[in-house]
């Protein structure tokens, strides 16, 4: 498997599992949001890499919502 499938893969696996913590609402919300910002580096990695300009500047929103995500579970 290449680099970049192992980014894309492993970046969308990532975003599955963030869905499923947050909509499951049984307290693994910041584990979901760090999923989120996981994922989005992951992706824009694989977008980085492969010329994906779009894709790429998307992540940048995606990882400022799992970063305030997780700063508002603690109440910020």
Known sequence: MTRSKILEWSGVFSAILYTF???SNTGLE???FALLLLSSFLIGLWAWFDGH???LFLQFF???????GMYSWFGG
């Open 21 to 23: 913590f947050v909509a």
């Open 30 to 32: 910041f584990v979901g």
């Open 53 to 55: 300009k779009g894709i």
């Open 62 to 68: 995606y990882a400022t919502g799992g970063i305030y």
